[in-house]
């Protein structure tokens, strides 16, 4: 009996076909409704689980978008799944808590690298080895950020596991260090890239600011954290249009 040549993954319930090569990989269910609304034009070809996977285009080019649920070790089977059926730029748009107290809740952040805070990427490369963003990934959200006009963050994120537990002396240290934002999937994504051989990037809305004083109201916090994350769902799919558009010119 001949073997299916293109099997359905367990996880995500796609198969070769039904991811485009751009994807952009929320945390959110809800935000991947959210970008799938963007498209010209979606198809909805996998929901299990925390996995929704839309596939269609934005101004012509192919794109798909896949939750992958909250903290590394889900994030790392979306990844994982999601290369095996055709993905080759992951771009995460997602939210964090900013590190900086000149970051204003709302903000976003394009994620340079990560430090490694969480336990899913030592399974793939040992913890020297740096959880670093794609140069062209990055440099494409950086680009579209400019021509927006808008404020917004680049620098290194803190990626950790367990939300509700804080280490204040790590937290000082990183901060001290520059370290822009805290969030749970950044270093998974650019470690399981890496590994992999493709490439990845992320762009972040903050949500929150442990270092302000007083803090704001939590509707504050999700009116801003709103508007932050339009500007991040559109710097992505601009970011995905300038990727293909200079891929296709330099054919």
């Known amino acids: 009996m001949s073997q299916d040549p293109s099997p359905v993954q367990k996880h995500l319930r ?3 076909g039904d991811v485009a090569p751009f994807v952009l990989v929320p945390g959110d269910p809800g935000r991947a409704k959210r970008i799938a609304e963007r498209f010209d034009n979606s198809k909805l070809v996998g929901d299990n689980r925390e996995y929704l996977v839309y596939t269609g285009s934005y101004h012509g080019v192919p794109v798909s978008v896949c939750s992958t649920g909250i903290g590394g070790p889900a994030a790392s089977i979306a990844f994982e799944e999601l290369i095996r059926v055709g993905a080759r730029v992951l771009i995460r748009v997602g939210s964090a808590g900013g590190r900086q107290k000149n970051i ?6 394009v994620l340079t690298a990560a430090y490694r805070g969480e336990g899913t990427s030592r399974v793939y490369l ?3 080895f740096p959880a670093v963003a794609d140069r062209d990934v990055t440099n494409a959200l950086v680009a579209v950020l400019e021509e927006f ?3 917004f963050e680049v620098g290194i994120g803190y990626t950790r596991d367990a939300f509700y537990v804080q280490d204040a002396e790590l937290n000082a240290t990183l901060t001290a260090a520059g370290v822009v934002a805290a969030e749970q999937e950044a270093a ?3 470690i ?3 590994a992999r051989r493709v ?5 972040v809305s ?3 600011n442990i270092l302000f004083d007083p803090q704001p109201t939590q509707e504050e916090k999700e009116r801003l954290f709103a508007l932050g994350e339009t500007v991040a769902i559109d710097a992505a799919l601009k970011a995905v249009e300038r990727m293909s558009s200079k891929s296709s010119q330099s054919r």
């Open 14 to 16: 796609c198969r070769n």
């Open 104 to 109: 204003p809740i709302g903000t976003p952040v």
């Open 126 to 128: 040992p913890p020297e």
């Open 149 to 151: 006009g808008k404020r």
């Open 188 to 190: 998974v994504l650019f």
């Open 192 to 194: 399981v890239a890496a």
């Open 199 to 203: 490439a990845a990037g992320a762009i």
């Open 206 to 208: 903050t949500d929150s």
